[in-house]
């Protein structure tokens, strides 16, 4: 979890930084639980004017795409009971907008959130600075990206995203799934 907080002249201050963990040992649903709380923790604690969640999209490790899309809808659901606002962006439109490129590995990642929030220390874990990473990039481009909002002006990155999930749900079709 990032929290950050807008400045004048796109600057921005983070404001609390952490990661939400749970026991490998525990049933998955015992887990999602565990996240749960902690996002709750989270969002009651901070008061945040907006969510940003990371877009999940298919890869091969099915497994490491079924636990991140059930913590983002977790963080969905949290936020929504609040009438908290949820805006997503894809993995890529997050590395550009704070590298520069949306090929970027985790620790240009690391290196530009730290360079960008002025902190005198890498946030760690990896995760941490993805967190940090996710709320300066909506904080940057905030528009279009809100779920719910009836324009949706998306990204070119949120565009592609939006087509090549098409494309496999009629793949998906077509092979009689």
Partial sequence: ?????SLPGRRARM?????IRSDADLS???RLLRIAEGLDEWLDEHRPDVVAVERVFAQHNV?????TA????????AAARRGIPVALHTPSEVKAAVTGSGRAGKE?????ITRILELDDPPRPAD???ALALAVCHLWRPGGALQGNDSHDLTPAQRAWAEAEKAARQVGRRAGR
């Fill in 1 to 5: 979890m990032g929290v950050v907080d």
């Fill in 128 to 130: 941490a600075a993805d």
């Fill in 28 to 30: 998955v649903d015992l």
């Fill in 63 to 67: 497994a490491s795409v079924m636990g």
């Fill in 70 to 77: 059930q913590a983002a809808g977790l963080a969905m659901l």
């Fill in 15 to 19: 404001a609390a930084v952490g990661v």
């Fill in 108 to 112: 240009q990642v690391t290196r530009m």
